[in-house]
């Protein structure tokens, strides 16, 4: 956790900070800690009781929701991926398989051509981010995609995915700013609610 930051810098800084110490994460650290996170959201009744899952194509050492996405699709639960356009606006499209994607913008798999544009709002959303605190509040890349989005479609129940060293006591927000109901990490569980942490086995 990064503290005493002077309030005009704390925003690009964080994220600065943030994006060194996950870029800095072996594939094994990656891995390891993406299997705990994962694990503990394939055994959530929020994950259970959707019949919809909006998750994302892991990029670099984002936290890999990959394998939530197999089980979700074994299930025939419905899966969508994020593809950007235009206005820095974004939108969900329902993949098949997870062969059906091809690179987009800022080099980031997305569902291909033909894909099916899906608007269920009675779905689990997966979010990335690259800091989070206890209350779920969230910095992205800075563009705005997910928040633009989420403001859009205020019932999607939202997960951000991190791992613990991507957490901060607080963050300061703009009105703007969506926040996540839960922040899944490799230590356990943050509620929005709560604003606190539920531990889990080790």
């Known amino acids: 956790m990064v503290k005493n930051l002077p309030k005009e810098k704390s925003t690009e800084t964080l994220r600065i900070l943030h994006r060194g110490l996950r870029d ?3 594939p094994e650290e990656v891995r390891r800690k993406s299997d705990r996170i994962c694990e503990q959201l394939l055994a959530s009744a929020c994950y259970h009781n959707s019949d919809t899952v909006y998750g994302y194509y892991p990029l ?3 936290v890999d929701c990959l394998p939530i996405l197999r089980d979700a699709l074994k299930r025939g639960k419905q899966i969508a ?3 950007t356009g235009k206005d820095f606006q974004m939108e969900f499209y329902r993949i098949f398989s997870l062969n059906e994607v091809a690179s987009g913008h800022f080099h980031v798999m997305e ?3 033909g894909c099916p544009l899906v608007q269920s709002e009675a779905a689990v959303v997966l979010v990335p981010g690259v800091v989070f605190d206890r209350q779920g509040n969230r910095y992205g890349y800075g563009k705005g995609y997910y928040d633009r989005y989420l403001a859009r479609y205020s019932g999607l129940e939202t997960i951000g995915l991190a791992y ?5 006591e607080k963050l300061l927000t703009k009105a703007t700013d969506i926040s996540m109901r839960w ?3 490799e230590g356990g569980c943050y ?3 709560m604003g606190s942490q539920n531990e889990v086995e080790k």
């Open 164 to 168: 613990e060293h991507q957490m901060e």
């Open 81 to 83: 991926l994020p593809k």
């Open 183 to 185: 922040v899944y990490t």
């Open 191 to 193: 509620s929005k609610e």
């Open 24 to 26: 800095a994460m072996m």
């Open 111 to 113: 569902p291909k051509e």
């Open 60 to 62: 670099g050492n984002e």
